[in-house]
C-alpha cells in the first residue's frame, strides 16, 4: 500500500514553520474586559449559588473540583470554598504553563470569586436550602451550575477545576481531553456513594453533571438559529438566480468532482435562516427535482444579514 504522505519531508516543513515571523496579539480593550469581567463576577456568583442552595444541602456531587469539596465538607465539617480554593490553586499552578497570560488571570479571578462567593452564601449569609426536595436539588442545581459556568466561560474565564488535570494528563497519555474530564467526574461521582453511604447518591450526581453540561452548551452554543445548505445540481446557475430573487442571500459556488462519474460539478454553499429552510426546498425541487441537497446547522454566522451572538 502506498501512503499519500510518502515522500514528504517533514523537516523542510517543520524548517518552513520555525522562519515564519507572523505573531497574533488581542488588543486591549476597556469596553471587552469590563464585560467579561462582569460575566465571570455574575457566573461565579451563580455557580455559588448552586453549590449553596441546591448541590451542597442534598449532598449532590456533579464532579470536579466542587464534588469533592462538597464531600470533604461533609467529612470534616470545614466551609466548602475552603476545600474549593486549597484544591484549585494546586490545579492552576499546575496548568499555569500551557495558559496564557489573560486566560490565566481571568482563570484565577473565576476561582476566587467562585471560592469568595460561597464563603458569602455559605458562612456570612447563610442562604437557606433553596428546596427539601432531594430530586429537585438535583435538577435546579444542576440547571443553576450550568447557567453559572456558561456565563464565566462567555466572559472567556474559567473556574479552574478537572479540565485542567485532563489537559496535563492528555499529554503524557494517548486518552483524549475529554476522555480524562469523564474519567475524573466519574471516579468523583462514584466516591460519593461511599462517601455518603448512600448508593442512590451517584445517579442523583450523574443527573446533574447531565443537565449542568446541558445548560452550558444552551449557553456558549445556544440552539442553532441559521442553517446551511450544500446543493449538488446539474442547474446551479438557475437555482443561485432562483435563491437570489425569492430568498435574497448569496451563493457562494464551491468546486467539486463526482468520483462515480468522473465529472466536475458545482456545489452551491447557502447559509440562511430555519424559517427559509421550506422556501429553500421548493426553489430547489422546483428548478432540478434530481437534486442532492445537505442541510446543516450553524450554530454562529458572523457577516451581512446575521446577527452575531451575544
Known sequence: MTLITEGVDYRMIKQGIDKLKFKFKFK??????LRDTALITIGSAV???AYVMFLAPHQVVSGGVGG????LNYLFKWPISLFYIALNVPIFILGLKGMGTRYALKS?????????FIFLFESIIQLPSATGDHLLGSIFGGIVLGLGLGIVFRGNGSTGGTDIIAQFLNKHTNISVGG??????L??????GFVFKDLEAPLYGIMALIIS????????????????AHIITVNPQEISWAIALELRRGVTTLKGHSYFTGKDRDVLYIVLTRKEIPRLKAIVKQVDPNAFV????????????????V
Not at 28 to 33: I, L, Q, Y
Not at 187 to 192: A, D, K, L, Q, Y
Open 294 to 309: 445537505v442541510i446543516s446547522d450553524a450554530y454562529e454566522v458572523l457577516g451581512k444579514g446575521f446577527k452575531p451572538r
Open 68 to 71: 469533592i469539596s462538597i464531600m
Open 108 to 116: 484565577l479571578a473565576g476561582i476566587l470569586l467562585v471560592s469568595g
Open 180 to 185: 480524562w474530564i469523564m474519567i475524573i467526574d
Open 28 to 33: 486591549f480593550n476597556w469596553k471587552n474586559e
Open 187 to 192: 471516579v468523583v461521582i462514584g466516591s460519593s
Open 213 to 228: 453540561s446541558f445548560v452550558l452548551n444552551m449557553i456558549l452554543e445556544g440552539f442553532s438559529y441559521a442553517r446551511t
Open 47 to 49: 455557580c455559588g449559588i
